[in-house]
């Protein structure tokens, strides 16, 4: 235990592999419980740390979670951008250690300005909005990266029920809310209302996420849609070519204009591989194309 809370090498091991742990939780894994395990290593391992040491153990954290759940970039450099093993590592770890520099920054804030070990169920709610807010700035922050987020990995447990409510930052709170309070358990037990208080908040959006979970919150107001998916299955090799631009932008159209009557019709993101202001006169016609048949593109 003290290897957890004390600063040191091992404590930010161990905050590496709790990183990691959030992985297992999510798909395809779905092994949910350890979401919670997770943050509550990272929140035992800061109590002791001073800014400085908060904000290393912090980017341990985050560098496990990214380099376990985002390995797959490095499939994106070699596969299919070419890059040699090495250089397609090596840019990896990059943005894995570019990233775990959010976790760097919350755990700072946490130590300096945030800590409240004079009450442990305001510290809990404390730190449950700084994930909250960390994870909201990553979501944003140069476009944004909102990948592994820990309310993801709750599709399959309780908390599922709440995603109606407020989506995916609500279970992200709450998850975090939970492990912290786990962890600041014996320290409620030091006084009756205090630790009632604690419980009746860690098991209260448990207890409603599994009563909300079979709810129904829609019903139908009108038939439904009928749609049609495009995909067309451009190599990765030829995808960002501009001298296939115009095949694309063909294979797209003739796709359309074959297609059977529809309500709406769908391509995938990237079937225009150019910036917006480059296609406006297409993507004109194509609407225009799309109205004529009734539909919606």
């Keep these: 235990m003290r290897w957890i809370t004390r600063p040191g090498w091992q404590g930010n091991l161990i905050a590496l592999a709790a990183g990691a742990l959030t992985t297992l939780s999510l798909a395809p894994f779905g092994f949910w419980p350890l979401a919670l395990l997770s943050i509550a290593l990272y929140y035992l391992g800061q109590r002791q740390t001073t800014p400085v040491q908060a904000a290393a153990r912090g980017w341990c954290y985050g560098f496990g979670l990214f380099l376990s759940g985002v390995s797959w970039v490095y499939v994106s450099i070699h596969d299919f951008g070419a890059a040699s093993p090495p250089l397609a590592g090596l840019l990896t770890l990059g943005f894995v250690a570019g990233l775990a520099l959010f976790l760097a920054l919350a755990g700072w804030l946490w130590a300096r300005w945030f800590r409240r070990s004079d009450s442990p169920l305001a510290d809990a709610f404390v730190f449950a909005a700084l994930w909250l807010a960390m994870d909201a700035f990553r979501g944003w922050f140069l476009t944004g990266f909102p990948w592994l987020y820990g309310g993801y990995s709750q599709l399959d447990g309780p908390l599922a029920g709440l995603a109606p409510l407020a989506g995916v930052w609500l279970i992200t709170f709450v998850l975090a809310l939970s492990a912290a309070l786990l962890v600041n358990l014996a320290q409620l037990r030091r006084n009756k209302a205090t630790l009632a208080a604690g419980l009746a908040v860690l098991l209260a959006p448990w207890l409603a996420g599994l009563g909300l979970k079979g709810h129904a919150w829609t019903e ?45 019709i769908v391509w995938p993101e990237t079937a225009v591989p150019v910036l917006r202001d480059q296609a406006e006169g297409y993507l004109a016609m194509m609407t225009r194309v799309a109205a004529e048949r009734d539909a919606a593109l």
């Design 220 to 264: 139908a107001s009108a038939p439904p849609l009928s749609v049609a998916l495009m995909q067309g299955n451009v190599q990765q090799s030829l995808k960002w070519d501009p001298a296939k631009l115009n095949m694309q932008l063909a294979l797209y159209r003739d796709m359309t204009l074959r297609s059977r009557p529809v309500d709406l």
